[in-house]
């Protein structure tokens, strides 16, 4: 019977809106940040609260086992991206060695520079 509460507040949790969630969640004193965060966020705060985020941990632990190799991988790859700040770093650093190389003449090292930059640029519009 318990259980089934458990999982018909769940639910409840998935249909509500962000707006709806951040009014529950300030409602509960551990939390802070409410206003900042996205509903995913919001939904793990508060399962988290209720003390129901171990049944969820076990439910990504079952699907990430049912997902073919290949897509586990990649999805690994993303995970693996560097934080905002230290991308922008690389991108600084690539714009001066991209200005070096326009001074120098150098199209094609200019060219590759580019390219690492725009990569660069989506993997931190991926991380935000």
Known sequence: ?????????????????AIELREVAKKI????????????????AIKKDRGVAAKD????????????????DKDKKK???????DLKKQIRKLKVARGD???????????IFKRRISRLKKKTRMAA
Not at 7 to 17: A, D, G, N, Q, V
Not at 79 to 85: D, G, N, Q, W
């Open 1 to 17: 019977m318990n259980d089934k509460k458990k999982e018909s507040k769940e639910k409840e949790l998935e249909k509500m809106t």
């Open 29 to 44: 004193p551990g939390i802070t940040g409410v206003s900042g965060m996205k509903k995913a966020d919001l939904i793990s």
């Open 57 to 72: 941990k076990k439910k990504k632990a079952a699907a990430s086992v049912k997902k073919d190799r290949g897509v586990a």
């Open 79 to 85: 995970k693996a991206v560097a934080s905002v700040s």
């Open 101 to 111: 190389a326009l001074k120098a003449k150098d199209s094609k090292m200019a060219y």
